[in-house]
């Protein structure tokens, strides 16, 4: 075999790093189970807030040494292996977007006696009042003014051409209920875009129906600050001047000091701990070390001892204050304590870098000292006058960010640049400061370049934060909670359990069938799941549902790959080559089919990755990375260990076949063709028959789609959110979603049950029913004081009305997504296959397998089967459409082969050969793919039942759709050859 040793050396590359990399989420999980332990009470109920402070208090600690080298928490976290909110849970938070700045803002901050007073009693109504805040501004307006026109706040310079002192009061107020939604539209995509750059695995971001609320689910998140940090506050971009080390050196200087003698008091006393770092107490040891340092000088401060945490001094001009990134914490307390606050000049104030850089192996963060100017402590320049910024690159082809201003921001940059020659100005964004440029000369237009020692990343991500400019109104955290996964943990081993037993099964059936072919294709198996976790890990992404219905696809790809390979060899000994002589033939005539089916399914993972979101996005890199895997395992790694296994040649005591599958499935001669009239009778006769069931009953969708109301409910125990959900489901007749929410004696209960009523009525039918509901389950009475919770009862302790989880663009963009992946797949095909008819045929047939899948939806349903329209089906749906291309594929494959060697056989003969000489790898790949999906459908828990029941009737459509609708569609759209055959006497049957 040829680059053998190549296969060989990329297998133990490859292995090696998939090893380091989920070393990583090892040590995450031993962290994290220490934190659960640490967390859990008595009774058993899990403080999630507990928990939390626990992985938060060694999230810079050292918690892995591999070889010598040592990784934080944090570095494990950004590292390992992680979980989607699905299965591992995460942290909710509720934002609240205020109209008051908008209302203020298009009245040019106003200073009207009567104007601000309508917006504070407006803002103090608004707190108790359902009206919509704009609605309170106006009526507090006609009372505080007399009864004057807005026209008069209103009709500003900045406000020319909407607004005019002829505009009516209805006018103005349209104007200012649309910049009132813009607004809210515009920090939803700008906090969209600010969680995607978190690095969460499908953040989960809505709007809440009828509010200015917005609701933030990230799975996997444990560092509370950082998400608050992230989401909350007036988020400003501003411009700043950078003050000069040597105009402020003596203050600097003994601040820096200051701050180094703290450092040393901490280093000889005992540590503070975190409830005594929170509130700033500090021990009279500490105190006494600084006054000593003080009184004795900095001259510690050109140059620190190692065991001294800050690395650099003042006096490096070039550097200014830069501290190891632990000590950031620390030395912001020290810079607001009252003996401290004397020593900073007026006119100054800190803001850190907002990443750290390494030098020598240190993290440091820089803290830059800003000039504020005269008589305000507000920035020189703010960043709403950008109007566009994007990366590009400088006259070095560097990458550089180029910005550019409207002409308001046009002028005040001009001099802001021409005074500051020399001078840095510094970019910042939440206080943090993002870049801090030198400034090289004035600047007389808006439009700038800002260059710097900069990635293309670097500067992408600047371009970014430049173009969000200013949050158009600040946010406020009005609720935040560390949930649980929506599938319970009882859920969550259901379905592991599940599908390591259908594995199992997979493994004793194919080593039963090819007898030592089957280990070598179990070896490849477990390589390619390896290997798809652990290039997982090494990306960074986290493992969903969806990615998990990736893996089920590609672990029947695998099977289906060697499934191919064997059954070739199969055919070429039973032809009577020789052992190697098969074994090389059967690896060279598989291998077209395997591309093939292997490509057409990348295709459709890769436009799914470039133009979906949420689930369909975290389907598709699983996808993509699986069937790379897959391909790399089944062809080549497979290759090398058979070869090893016949390195004796013809006396190498290798099978391919156990003696009771020997014959099995040979010599077939099914007239298929003949049959596929009736199969387009029974097709199309059951997806009728499934959509009048839909348009009669309705498809049940769930809380995904249609939205819904929520519950808080607490109970004095833990339960179990599943069962809750499976005995709510017949109250509500399903669209139930139950979750642990905050700790595990506490759920949250979502119902999409009247969604589209909004009367009282139906918010006290919806209430009613969830009271009932959860008391037939439970055994409890309900209780309406959540001060008398007890053992014998529960209490709500709030409830929303919520709009749908599943954004509109996202649901949009998984439409798009999947036309296009059709569309690539109808072209790949037509490429690899020359005819047109193949490429339609294989489109047909997917549409048909969805349509089915729907279908039986809606039978199950209406047989008292209820299964839900949700994220999950997505997921399951593009399962199905993977699995049935790819049998799809295989099939046309042989057609093509066969028609290439024709010779005088008819058209429909080959075709029906075709399938008949495939019909060993259809019935296998289809049976391993089942165990695995029939095993978690009977045992994978109510809450995957949705999810395996599609993959069930997935698989059975797709394999019956490759023999009785793909292949006869060919050839029914080949009408025209076949009449041409029979005119040339060719009699066809």
């Known amino acids: ?35 659960i332990a640490y967390a859990t009470d008595a009774d058993g109920n899990l403080d999630f807030a507990k928990k939390q402070s626990y992985l938060d208090s060694v999230w810079r600690e050292p918690v892995y040494n591999f070889l010598g080298i040592e990784y934080t928490f944090k570095e494990v976290k950004e590292t390992e292996l992680g979980l989607g909110l699905d299965l591992q849970g995460g942290m909710h938070v509720t934002l609240a977007v205020s109209p008051v700045e908008i209302v203020k803002g298009l009245a040019g901050n106003s200073k009207n006696e009567a104007f601000n007073a309508a917006v504070d009693e407006a803002e103090e109504l608004g707190r108790t009042s359902n009206e919509k805040f704009v609605d309170l501004f106006y009526s ?20 020319r051409g909407r607004i005019s002192l002829e505009s009516s009061d209805s006018e103005i107020l349209g104007i200012i209920d649309e910049e009132v939604e813009n607004a809210i539209d515009r920090s939803f995509n700008i906090l969209r875009t600010r969680i995607d750059r978190f690095g969460t695995s499908q953040p989960n971001i809505q709007r809440i129906q009828g509010t200015g609320r917005i609701q933030i689910e990230l799975p ?195 001099k802001m640049t021409a005074e500051n020659i020399g001078r840095r100005i510094a970019v910042v964004l939440d206080n943090y400061v993002y870049t801090a440029p030198n400034i090289l000369g004035e600047i007389p237009s808006g439009q700038s370049e800002i260059t710097g020692n900069f990635t293309m990343e670097e500067a992408k991500d600047l371009a970014n934060i430049l173009k969000s400019g200013t ?28 599908m390591v037993a259908g594995l199992v099964i997979v493994v004793l059936f194919m080593i039963a069938y090819y007898a030592k072919g089957g280990f070598v294709a179990i070896a490849a198996l477990v390589f390619n799941i390896f290997f798809i976790l652990g290039i997982l890990a090494q990306l960074g992404t986290a493992l969903t549902l969806p990615g998990i219905a990736g893996i089920v696809l590609t672990i029947g790809m695998s099977i289906d790959a060697n499934v191919l390979i064997f059954e070739r060899i199969k055919e070429e000994l039973a032809a009577g080559a020789g052992l190697l002589q098969a074994i090389s033939s059967g690896y060279n005539k598989a291998f077209s089919a395997i591309l093939d089916s292997n490509v057409t399914t990348f295709l459709t993972g890769a436009i799914l990755y470039a133009l979906g979101q949420g689930p369909v996005k975290g389907f598709a890199i699983v996808l993509m990375i699986g069937i790379a895997s897959s391909f790399f395992s089944s062809v080549f790694i497979t290759r090398v260990i058979v070869y090893w296994m016949s390195k004796k040649g013809e006396q190498s005591k290798i099978s391919f076949a156990s003696p009771f599958a020997k014959n099995l499935f040979s010599n077939l001669n099914i007239d298929f063709l003949g049959k596929r009239k009736v199969a387009y009778l029974i097709s199309t006769g059951i997806i009728v028959i499934g959509l009048a069931f839909a348009a009669i009953n309705g ?18 125990e833990p339960v179990a959110a599943s069962e809750l959900k499976t005995g709510l489901d017949k109250s509500f007749d399903g669209s139930v979603e139950a979750k642990t929410y905050g700790s595990n004696n506490v759920v949250k209960i979502t119902t999409s049950y009247l969604i589209n009523d909004d009367s009282d009525e139906a918010n006290s039918e ?12 439970t055994g409890l009475s309900f209780v309406g004081d959540v001060t008398q919770l007890n053992d014998s009862n529960f209490a709500i302790t709030g409830s929303s009305k919520v709009g749908a989880t599943v954004a509109d663009d996202i649901k949009n963009s ?176």
Not at 1 to 30: D, E, R
Not at 853 to 866: D, E, H, K, L, Q
Request: with cysteine.
């Open 220 to 414: 996997g998140v444990d560092n509370q600050e950082r998400v608050r940090n992230l989401l909350q506050g007036v988020a400003k971009l501003q411009f700043w001047r950078v003050a000069e080390i040597n105009e402020y050196g003596d203050a600097l200087q003994r601040i820096n000091a200051a701050l180094v003698a703290e450092a040393k008091a901490n280093k000889s006393s005992t540590s503070v701990t975190a409830d005594e770092d929170a509130t700033g107490a500090e021990s009279d040891t500490t105190k006494t070390s600084l006054e000593q340092q003080l009184a004795e000088g900095s001259g510690e401060t050109d140059s620190l001892s190692s065991e001294v945490s800050p690395l650099f001094s003042l006096l490096k001009a070039n550097y200014g204050l830069v501290y190891d990134v632990k000590d950031t914490v620390a030395i912001n307390r020290i810079l607001n304590r009252e003996d401290i606050k004397p020593l900073i000049p007026r006119g100054l104030t800190f803001m850190w870098s907002v990443k750290p850089r390494e030098v020598d192996g240190e993290e440091l963060l820089e803290l830059h000292a800003m000039e504020t100017p005269r008589g305000t402590d507000q920035a020189p320049l703010e960043g709403d006058v950008i109007t566009d910024a994007k990366q590009v690159l400088d006259q070095s082809s560097n990458p550089a960010v180029s910005m550019s201003m409207n002409a308001d921001g046009a002028r005040k940059w001009r």
């Open 1 to 35: 075999m040829q680059n053998k040793g190549i296969i060989v050396f990329l297998t133990v590359i490859v292995t090696a790093l998939c090893l380091y990399y989920l070393s990583f989420t090892y040590v995450s999980s031993t962290v994290q189970e220490d934190a």
């Open 814 to 989: 998984s439409l798009e997504a999947m036309f296009f992946a059709l569309v690539a797949i109808f072209l790949y095909i037509l490429l690899r296959f020359r005819k047109w008819q193949y490429s339609l045929a294989s489109i047909i047939a997917l549409g048909h397998d969805t349509l089915f899948v729907v279908a039986a939806f809606a039978i199950a349903s209406a047989f008292g089967a209820t299964f839900e329209i949700d994220q999950v089906f997505i997921a399951a749906m593009l399962t199905v459409i993977g699995y049935s291309i790819n049998d799809t594929v295989i099939v046309f494959d042989r057609i093509r082969e066969n028609i290439s060697n024709r010779g005088t056989s008819k058209l429909v003969k080959m075709f029906n050969d075709a399938i008949n000489q495939t019909m060993a790898r259809t019935l296998i790949t289809s049976f391993t793919t089942m165990i695995v999906v029939i095993v978690l459908l009977i045992f994978g828990g109510e809450v995957l039942r949705g999810f395996s029941f599609a993959l069930f009737v997935g698989v059975l459509v797709g394999t019956y759709s490759s023999i009785y609708i793909a292949t006869p569609i060919v050839v029914d759209l080949m009408k025209r050859e076949i009449a041409q055959e029979k005119e040339e006497g060719q009699k066809v049957t």
């Open 140 to 159: 507090a307006w006609k009372e505080k003014s007399g009864n004057k026109q807005l026209n008069t706040v209103y009709a500003t310079a900045a406000n």
């Open 471 to 498: 949050l158009p109104a600040p946010t406020k955290i009005v609720e935040e909670a560390i949930i649980g996964p929506t599938l319970g943990k009882e859920a969550q081993s259901q379905g592991i359990n599940s």
């Open 766 to 777: 919806v209430a009613t029913k969830v009271r009932e509901g959860i008391a037939s389950v």
């Open 699 to 716: 498809l049940k969708f769930g809380v995904d789609f249609t939205g819904g109301r929520s519950y808080i409910v607490e109970f004095a």
